[in-house]
């Protein structure tokens, strides 16, 4: 029989060509997703290395050589896919003495990872004097002390950013804005003065510059620019507040579109914010999670069958909430498709997993053909947040994971047993 000719239509929802149709059928580069689901078994998250790349390379398009591009490792903290942002030129954006650890399981250099977070233990804030990282983001004031006293201990120069808080409301749902007015993150501007001069007095600290993380899934560009303004004239109202300053750091936070809309234009961000940072010698440092690895994953789920509520339809499937939170904790819409195209008219389900919770849902009044047991379900945009923020609850083993590269499909982890579950809990054995 003659080969199909090997048309590619792009598949609805997918943010990148990397996923794609061939044969009514969704593929991730090379390789179809039923394949993967037949090799690994669900639930699968299946990671694209195509559009990692593609992703990095815009990016890095944008914002110019000189930016640092920091990748946010909460996102998705894989070694292999951490080595693979490496490759690309990535640094790192840790908030975790964890993921430091990570970072030096992976071989992984730690010249270009900064570290930031609202509270850290001191035991992370000695690794990472120890480790040599790029720069410490500073939030909490309390921290300086312990900061400078582990610079001293270690006699190494310490950079920090000093993370404001421009009271900038952006990004989706309210639990992933960081940058309003009383979140606990970053340091008001009206208390940031003192900070720089505690800073300034510090031997073993130097302020290298300014950070801003304004929240997740923003995607207008005003934001972004209101903050730099807002930092901006914080900046030009005493000189110690620019001596020795060299970068902005406008955190992450990029969008990207989950089917609907448009993702944040980063090459608008990049052409609002450069000229200004030129303007001073400073440079650019990104911290991209999402933007990065959230289009580059799907989770594979399986259909475990149907049932009719009197007013609800749902699509049972062996994907759950401990497997990917997000629709739970923020209510977020990932589009869902179909692996293997139906043309039968679809309708609207709620898409369910089955741990015990109402609230472990995929999607709800979302439209779906008809299916069946042992049917396929791609849900897309979930390289970000999906495997990280994975539980074993209801004593769930977590996903296995693949990382598709061209025709190459590489497990990069692998499905927790039954028996690893349980392997750190002490059994008293009392009857
Ligand atoms: C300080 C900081 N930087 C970067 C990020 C990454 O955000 P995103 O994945 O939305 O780019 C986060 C997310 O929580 C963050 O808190």
Redesign the pocket.
């Given at each position: 029989m003659p080969r199909m000719p090997d048309a590619r239509t792009p598949c609805p929802g997918a943010g990148t060509s990397a996923f794609h149709l061939r044969h009514g059928e969704v593929w991730c580069e090379a390789v179809p997703l039923r394949e993967l689901a037949r090799r690994f078994g669900t639930p699968l998250y299946v990671y694209s290395q195509a559009a990692l790349a593609e992703r990095f390379a815009v990016l890095r398009a944008a914002f110019g050589a000189d930016a640092q591009i920091c990748y946010?490792v909460?996102?998705n903290p894989n070694l292999t896919l951490l080595r693979r942002l490496h490759a690309l030129g990535t640094g790192f954006?840790l908030?975790s003495g964890g993921e430091l650890r990570r970072l030096q399981a992976a071989g992984l250099p730690t010249a270009r990872a900064v570290f930031?977070g609202v509270a850290k233990q001191a035991w992370e804030i000695e690794a990472a004097v120890a480790a040599g990282i790029l720069f410490f983001v500073v939030e909490t004031p309390a921290e300086l002390p312990l900061l400078a006293g582990a610079a001293a201990a270690a006699r190494r120069r310490v950079r920090v950013a000093l993370r404001l808080n421009p009271g900038v409301a952006a990004g989706g749902h309210a639990y992933i804005r960081?940058a309003s007015t009383d979140t606990k993150f970053g340091v008001d501007l009206g208390a940031a003065g003192a900070v720089v001069e505690a800073i300034a007095r510090e031997p073993w600290l130097e302020l290298c510059g300014y950070h801003v993380?304004l929240g997740?899934?923003v995607r207008e560009v005003a934001p972004y620019a209101e903050a730099l303004e807002r930092v901006l004239a914080f900046v030009d109202a005493a000189p110690v507040r620019r001596d020795g300053v060299t970068c902005y750091d406008l955190?992450?936070?990029?969008g990207i579109a989950y089917g609907t809309g448009a993702p944040l234009d980063v090459h608008a961000v990049a052409a609002a914010l450069r000229p200004a940072l030129a303007a001073r010698g400073w440079s650019p440092v990104l911290?991209?999670?999402?933007?990065l690895i959230g289009d580059a994953g799907v989770l594979l789920t399986e259909v475990l069958g149907e049932k009719q509520q009197p007013r609800t339809t749902f699509v049972l499937v062996d994907a759950a909430m401990n497997d990917l939170l997000r629709p739970a904790l923020y209510q977020a819409e990932h589009p869902i498709v179909p692996v293997v195209a139906d043309p039968a008219p679809p309708r609207p389900v709620d898409v369910v997993g089955p741990v015990c919770e109402t609230g472990d849902f995929l999607a709800r009044g979302r439209m779906l053909p008809p299916c069946r047991r042992g049917d396929l379900l791609a849900v897309l945009g979930a390289g970000?947040y999906g495997a990280s923020m994975a539980s074993t609850y209801n004593s769930r083993r977590r996903p296995a994971e693949v990382l598709v590269d061209g025709e190459r499909v590489a497990l990069v982890r692998r499905r927790e047993t039954f028996a690893e579950l349980f392997a750190d809990e002490i059994d008293l054995h009392e009857d």
């Open positions: 946010a909460k996102a954006d908030v930031a960081t993380h997740s899934q955190g992450g936070g990029f911290e991209p999670g999402r933007y970000a």
